[in-house]
C-alpha cells in the first residue's frame, strides 16, 4: 500500500534475497494465499480500510512504516507483534534516489525495524543501498518516541519561526529544540517507563536528513 514519497521509496525497492514482499496500491487486493511481508507505506488514516480489508490469515504480514504512536491502534486491531519500522530517509522529488538517515552522529543509520519481516525489509533496502537496523520491540519503542518527538518539535518550531527547512529550524533556534526536546523526554520516560540513551535527539545530529 503506496503512500508519501518516502515510504513509496522503501517499498518499492529492489530484493535480492528473502521471501517475497508485496506493496500494492490502495484499493488491490491482497492474495489470501500469498507469502512474506505486506508493505503498507500509506497515510495513517487509510490503515483501518486496509486491514479490515485484509484476508484474517494475512494480517499477520502487515509491516506498518507510519510514524507517530501506533500502539493504541494495534492493541485494538490485534496486531501489537506485527513488524514496524521507522523510515528516516529524504525523497526529494518521486523519482529520485532517497538518501539515506545516515548523519556523523550516526553512521550506522537511523532507520530501524522490528519484528517478524524486520531482517526481510533491511535485506530490500540493502539491495538498493539503504541501511536499517534490525531491533528488538524493547529497543523499538525509544527510537518509535524519539522519531515522534523529532517531528512534532522540528515541526513546531519551524512552523512557528516560518523556517524554510528542517536544517533551518535546527539551527536558528537550537536552544527553543533542546528545551522542547527535554521536556518531551522527561514526560515521556515517566508516562511509558523507557529509558532514553544518551544523545536522544541530539539536535545537530538529524538537521541533514
Known amino acids: 500500500m503506496r503512500g508519501d514519497k518516502t515510504s513509496r ?20 487486493s491482497i492474495d489470501p494465499d500469498g507469502e ?24 499477520k504480514d502487515l509491516v506498518f512504516l507510519q510514524n507517530g504512536y501506533l500502539d ?17 530517509l529524504s525523497v526529494p522529488a518521486k523519482g529520485v534516489a532517497p538518501t539515506d538517515g545516515v548523519t556523523a552522529f550516526n553512521p550506522e543509520g537511523l532507520t530501524a525495524s522490528t519484528g517478524e519481516w524486520a531482517q526481510a525489509f533491511a535485506d530490500r533496502l540493502a539491495s538498493i543501498n539503504l541501511k536499517s537496523n534490525v531491533v528488538t520491540s524493547t529497543d523499538y519503542r525509544p527510537a518509535m518516541f524519539e522519531k515522534l518527538m523529532w517531528i512534532s518539535t522540528y515541526m513546531l518550531v519551524g512552523a512557528a519561526n516560518n523556517c524554510a527547512t528542517v536544517g533551518d529550524a535546527g539551527n536558528d533556534h537550537s536552544d527553543t529544540i533542546e528545551s522542547i526536546v527535554k521536556e518531551l523526554v522527561a514526560a515521556v520516560s515517566a508516562k511509558e517507563g523507557i529509558t532514553f540513551p544518551d544523545g536522544t535527539l541530539e539536535p545537530v545530529s538529524y538537521t541533514h536528513l
Open 9 to 28: 521509496a522503501a517499498s518499492e525497492g529492489g530484493v535480492t534475497r528473502g521471501p517475497s514482499q508485496q506493496a500494492t496500491a490502495r484499493g488491490d
Open 36 to 59: 512474506g511481508p505486506i508493505l503498507l507505506a500509506t497515510r495513517n488514516d487509510a490503515l483501518d480500510e486496509i486491514i479490515e480489508k485484509c484476508p484474517a490469515n494475512r494480517r
Open 72 to 88: 493504541d491502534f494495534l492493541e485494538k486491531k490485534g496486531l501489537t507483534q506485527n513488524s514496524q519500522v521507522l523510515l528516516y
